[in-house]
Nanobody, 124 residues
Framework: QVQLVESGGGLVQAGASLRLSCAAS????????MGWYRQAPGAERELVAT????????YYADSVKGRFTISRDNAKNTVFLQMNSLSPEDTAVYYC?????????????????WGQGTLVTVSS
């Protein structure tokens, strides 16, 4: 059974940093595209960042470009999201996403598995 388990969320002040982790299991991790989405209260789920199987391709939403970094460790079956210079606008539940069929995740339709989400709250 494919599982994605996020961790690392929490309450921080504006300007702080957090690193989210997503541990994957259930199938070969190193061949799958991975990504992070977020959903703020009252808003639709949006793509934050995505990474291909070997880390050679990454994509970031304009709102996080230059502040967030996605990476992966295929030996540990884990994908990370380093978040710097956090602002209250980054407050959301962050979801890990996994695609078996596509080389990268640029739309929710490409996602085959979701994590349960981890809450990030940034106070001003």
């Amino acid at each position: 059974q494919v599982q994605l388990v996020e961790s690392g969320g929490g309450l921080v002040q504006a300007g702080a940093s957090l690193r989210l982790s997503c541990a994957a299991s259930g199938r070969t991790f190193s061949t799958d595209a991975m990504g992070w989405y977020r959903q703020a209260p009252g808003a639709e789920r949006e793509l934050v960042a995505t990474i291909n199987w070997n880390g050679g391709y990454t994509y970031y939403a304009d709102s996080v470009k230059g502040r967030f970094t996605i990476s992966r460790d295929n030996a540990k079956n884990t994908v990370f999201l380093q978040m710097n210079s956090l602002s209250p606008e980054d407050t959301a539940v962050y979801y890990c996403a996994r695609s078996y069929k596509y080389r990268t995740i640029l739309a929710a339709s490409a996602v085959d598995a979701w994590g349960q989400g981890t809450l990030v709250t940034v106070s001003s």
